[in-house]
């Protein structure tokens, strides 16, 4: 754990502010983006074994953890970059991805953390929400899709539904990719000026851009009310996407050395199975 200490200058704790984090500052880590290049594929090897130790542990029957990683963050912000180059370098066998989309007329049908359950990864896997219930939480306060009371219970249920989740021997990693609005505004206009980019562009994300101060106010009460011991909260800056890669990665890493699987002990006789091998 000692060598991602540093990511700890990301955690959310008592009097946090959004405001006063600068999107374009890289908090804990001193080297420039080749630095941070060689530390990204330096952490990455060390990401895929212990990845492929906690599979490897599913698949002989013997894990109890897992690792969730819930991606949150305005648009543009390189939600896709992290599960591109971070989690997109290790075994896809032991990775389970969904990206939530506007809800279902079955899911709406439940409780907003009906369908996320379902999606909770198994023992030996790592798990990514790309986007996730916090949207509930966000798209729902900011553009009035459900009532004061009602966002107000879903707070005090996420807490509830999380604690049960790492009890469950889940490790929840919980990340807000900050950028700015300026650089926002930058990557939504390099889509338009690139046809090969054009596909990821929404329209509706200008609409959304109108209400950068609503959805700033609303992240900050999600950290307020959901920042918890066993699922704290970390906001990235995220105007430098390889900063923010790394300390993704770091986060990770902090999380799987945490529970620090091993390569499961072989069930046979290894020196008899040498033995009729070399016979075969």
């Known amino acids: 754990m000692n060598a991602h200490a540093w990511t ?9 502010r959004l405001a006063d984090v600068d999107p374009g500052s890289k908090p804990g880590f001193s080297g420039g983006k080749a630095e941070g290049a060689r530390a990204l594929a330096a952490g990455l090897d060390d990401l895929n074994e212990l990845q492929e130790r906690l599979f490897a542990e599913s698949r002989a029957g ?20 992290i599960v591109r180059h971070v989690v997109g370098g290790v075994d896809p066998q032991g990775v389970s991805l969904t990206a939530f989309k506007a809800p279902t007329d079955e899911e709406r049908a439940h409780d907003f953390l009906w369908r996320v359950e379902k999606r909770l990864p198994e023992p030996g896997f790592i ?27 879903r707070y005090a249920a996420i807490n509830e539904f999380e604690a049960d989740a790492a009890a469950s021997g889940i490790r929840i990693v919980k990340v807000m990719l900050h950028i700015s609005r300026e650089e926002q505004k930058e990557r939504l206009m390099e889509r338009l000026d690139r046809p090969d980019k054009h596909w990821k562009y929404n329209p509706g994300d200008v609409d959304e851009r109108m209400l950068w101060d609503e ?10 009310r959901t920042s918890t011991e066993v699922a704290p909260w970390h906001v990235v800056p995220a105007n430098a996407k390889w ?30 199975e040498k033995k009729r091998l070399a016979a075969s």
């Open 127 to 153: 798990g990514v929400f790309d986007r996730s219930h916090y949207e509930d939480v966000l798209i729902g306060r900011v553009r009035g899709l459900a009532t004061p009371e009602e966002i107000e219970r």
């Open 215 to 224: 959805y700033m106010a609303a992240y900050q009460t999600v950290f307020e």
């Open 62 to 81: 013997v894990a109890k953890d897992a690792v969730l990683l819930v991606l949150q963050a305005m648009d543009s912000a390189g939600k896709g970059g």
């Open 8 to 16: 700890r200058e990301l955690q959310v704790g008592d009097g946090f």
């Open 243 to 272: 900063y923010a890669r790394l300390a993704v990665q770091e986060l990770l890493l902090a999380a799987l050395e945490d529970i620090d699987p091993q390569w499961p002990k072989a069930d046979f006789d290894v020196e008899a």
